[in-house]
């Protein structure tokens, strides 16, 4: 078997950490892969840099593009910075030169942009290609829901894999030591992701779970508001443990309700169930701009761009998506914690409301 070729589709903040393991595995594991250029997608943006010039620390900003910026200093000031990406990692602003030729693809971008980015793929990439998703997200459509490696897979023709788990990019970035699960399709593909990404830092373990991996990552985002609120209230670590546990439990019953085996240890013994649940409500983006919300009274489009610097908040996305799904199967009030969250975050409802009748 010939070596796999990575490219990596996304390039935001976990995107980015994700190409700096990566980056490196392919070189360690060159008998595997091929080590000399790893493609990374980037959507691409003019950014402005700041630049002092001594002696006189004159400050100047000076325009460049997000591509030559990674390509030449080998950083992603703008998603992920301080944290050096090895320099196989090539930044690449055209989606199908970057997936040129390869045969193992990464996906990760924040699931508004999936589609767009499939219509520009479907019929593009080799037909001997795997790919897996990092994107925590779900695609609904009226009663229908499918977990996105699932739609890469259906509309690209490749088998999907997918990846998740308590996994704070920042942290992955400068190596904490941290877990995620990959739910794989066929044992071999999960070894190779597995040799792609694991380092002594980043534990990857292997679970024959795609969908359960998947609706963990979309549905703990939801939780993770959640969290949020009872943060903005000053409700304290009580409130947030049952908001954990609830979600959980909530987590499990729709995936159980709604999808065909999925494995009850990928919420209770894997990185991306509880773990991640747990991370999520500690740190996560979500959890901040929820907080934020309840002190700010400022919707969540105008928290986004304040504090997220082009990072983008999947949670409550998340929830309107499971909201509209769970609607047309007539099984909102079996979900009760989802619903409050959907309805604090897009209908008015007072944030207080949040624990009545959880
Ligand atoms: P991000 O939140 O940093 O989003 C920014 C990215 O979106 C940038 O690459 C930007 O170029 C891109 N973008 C902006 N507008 C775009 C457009 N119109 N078209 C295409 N791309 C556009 O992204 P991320 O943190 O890499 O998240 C990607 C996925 O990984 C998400 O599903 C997220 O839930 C998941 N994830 C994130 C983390 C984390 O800690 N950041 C951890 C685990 C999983
Ligand atoms: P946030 O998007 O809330 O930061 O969560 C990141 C994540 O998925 C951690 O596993």
Known sequence: ?????????????????IAKLAGNNVKKHSDAFDDSRVPMWVFEEDLDIRVDLPPFALVQYEGRKLTEIINTDHENKKYLPDVRLSENIVAVPDLLEAVKGATALVFVMPHQFLNKCLDQLEGKVEKNAKAISLIKGVGVEGSDIHVFAD???????ISTS??????????????????????YRTEEEGQMWQKLFQTPHFKVQLIDDVAGVSLCGALKNIVAVAAGFI???????????AIMRIGLLEMKHFCQEFFDDVKEESFLQESAGVADVITSCLGGRNRKCAEAFVKQKKPFDELERDMLNGQKL?????AKDVHIFLKARDR????????KVYHISWEGLPVEKLTEGL
């Open 314 to 318: 999947q949670g409550i996305h998340t």
């Open 162 to 183: 997918a990846l998740s788990g308590a996994n704070i990019a920042n942290e992955v970035a400068i190596d904490r030591f941290s877990e995620t699960t990959v739910g």
């Open 332 to 339: 909102l009030g079996a979900y009760p914690l989802f619903d």
């Open 231 to 241: 943060d903005g209230l000053e409700y304290g670590n009580n409130s947030k443990a």
């Open 151 to 157: 739609v890469i897979q259906d509309r690209l023709g």
């Open 1 to 17: 078997m010939g070596k796999e070729r990575v490219a990596i589709i996304g390039s935001g903040n976990w995107g980015s950490a």
